[in-house]
């Protein structure tokens, strides 16, 4: 019925719209170097990580978000959409779809408004309650793996591969479902405003993740300024995929929500294969590869490795060499040299000795290795499970 | 009162379990809807005096789903 007045917008150009955001976050991570010029405050870690949380937002989250909170942004358009309908069909029926596009705005953008004000509450609760938690990097990769594999389920649910996947989208309790609904069926400003608070109770995986990240910082002001950063990232998209999906309708829902599962199941993938990488496991995908394509790690440039001493340049794009190969049975010393490194290769993690240290951006931290059997690996990483590397006794 | 379960296999959200229990509000008769996604069911409960089968399954047609009886 209301095909007839759908703009002829195609939707290849939406996700055309999601891909290239895909693509500037991808370029973010991958030419760290460019985050040099970012970096000049002092806390520059501080600026990247809300950089970060923001083109997150921007990118994945914006499109994951949607796909799980898009019902409840659906919930408080859906009478104003029927009402502006029903109103401007008994005046003009020509005036009616510039009328729709007019005021579906307002509402999503209110939505978006208390969303980002409720996250931002959400990141303060979270930092401080994570001031009384501290996170070993053990806990974090099982977290990380955990959301991984929540990720990946829910993808795997909206492709329909089995009803076991259903069990992975949490149903919220029959009260809050029953109260959003009450609450939806108002048309005044407030409805948008609360149901967009009400986001908090259904974070999408990306969003969790975030939100562990909040709570590892361990400060209120941090968890609060990371939060809203990613919200605010998350807006655009929301805003505007939103926006047109009103106009579109089910025809674009259905195309867009394969195109969300598989990002979902690409990012779930990524942070499950970061928090093996995290755990220090030669289960991931870097550290398999690596050990099947033993030409594509670099080659030893050990450097002083008879006097037990061994260089590891932990650089904005990771660490190098990747694979350093050193003497077993003996004791040596790794320099972890780092010079204006800002990037997350600074938070050094040795799962297997169960070390971590943020090194600092520009100088030296000496690090001493036991002894190992011939044969033996023991994987390194940074805190986030991105850059890794290993170190080869034999 | 009468209980009845219908399955709803076009169900692909949390979200859609809501809608169909919006229901609650938009038909007569009605005393409550538990709809879940997980299940691809709802459970009905309805007053048989002003209310039937058919139209709980016109009713859950118009809210975009197929309702069937268990």
């Known amino acids: 019925m209301s095909k007839e007045k759908q703009p002829s917008i195609d939707p290849v150009v939406i996700v055309t719209l999601g891909i290239l955001l895909v693509a500037i976050a991808v370029a973010m991570i991958a030419?760290?170097?460019?985050?040099?010029?970012?970096?000049?405050?002092?806390?520059?870690?501080?600026?990247?990580?809300?950089?970060?949380?923001?083109?997150?937002?921007?990118?994945?989250?914006?499109?994951?978000?949607?796909?799980?909170?898009?019902g409840l942004l659906a919930s408080s358009l859906a009478r104003q959409i029927e009402q502006d309908y029903v109103e401007q069909t008994a005046q003009n029926k020509k005036k009616q779809k510039a009328s729709i596009r007019t005021n579906s705005a307002l509402p999503i953008a209110l939505f978006l408004l208390s969303k980002l004000v409720a996250y931002t509450l959400l990141g303060a609760l979270l930092g401080w309650l994570g001031s009384y938690l501290t996170f070993s990097p053990m806990t974090r990769a099982l977290l990380m793996i955990a959301i991984g594999i929540f990720m990946v389920g829910n993808a795997l649910r909206m492709f329909n591969v089995h009803p076991i996947f259903r069990y992975f989208s949490i149903e919220p309790p029959k009260f809050i479902t029953r109260y959003i609904r009450k609450t939806a069926k108002g048309t005044d400003t407030a409805t948008p405003l609360f149901l967009g608070f009400l986001t908090v109770f259904i974070p999408c995986g990306v969003t969790q993740a975030m939100m562990a990240t909040a709570l590892g910082t361990g400060s209120m002001a941090m968890g609060a300024v990371l939060m809203f950063a990613f919200t605010l990232g998350t807006s655009p998209v929301f805003f505007i995929v939103a926006y047109l999906t009103t106009e579109l309708g089910a025809k674009?829902?259905?195309?867009?929500?394969?195109?969300?599962?598989?990002?979902?199941?690409?990012?779930?993938?990524?942070?499950?294969?970061?928090?093996?990488?995290?755990?220090?496991?030669?289960?991931?995908?870097q550290n398999l590869t690596r050990n099947w394509f033993p030409s594509q790690a670099e080659a030893n440039p050990v450097a002083d490795s008879a006097q037990g001493e061994i260089i590891l340049n932990v650089q904005n794009g990771g660490y190098f060499p990747a694979t350093l190969k050193v003497p077993a049975g003996q004791d040596f010393t790794l320099n972890l040299v780092?010079?204006?490194?800002?990037?997350?290769?600074?938070?050094?993690?040795?799962p297997a000795l169960n070390f971590y240290k943020l090194l600092p951006d520009t100088g030296t931290v000496q690090v001493t290795i036991p002894a190992q059997k011939a044969g033996s690996t023991i994987f390194f990483t940074c805190s986030m499970g991105m850059y890794t590397g290993q170190i080869v006794f034999e | 009162m009468l209980r009845k379960t219908f399955k709803i296999p076009d169900m692909t959200c949390t979200n859609c379990a809501m809608k169909i229990e919006s229901l609650e509000d938009d038909l007569d008769g009605v005393q409550e809807i538990n709809a879940s996604y997980h299940k691809l069911e709802m459970v009905i409960e309805y007053d048989e005096a002003t209310l039937n089968e058919e139209q709980i399954i016109a009713a859950v047609r118009k809210k975009g789903y197929t309702a069937i009886p268990a």
């Open chain 1, 31 to 70: 030419f760290p170097s460019d985050s040099n010029s970012i970096n000049i405050a002092a806390d520059s870690g501080l600026i990247s990580q809300i950089i970060v949380a923001f083109f997150t937002g921007l990118t994945t989250g914006g499109l994951s978000c949607l796909a799980v909170q898009g």
């Open chain 1, 252 to 285: 674009l829902e259905k195309f867009f929500m394969r195109f969300v599962a598989v990002l979902v199941l690409i990012l779930g993938f990524v942070t499950l294969d970061s928090g093996l990488n995290l755990m220090g496991s030669p289960l991931s995908l």
């Open chain 1, 338 to 350: 780092t010079d204006q490194t800002y990037s997350c290769a600074r938070d050094f993690v040795i």
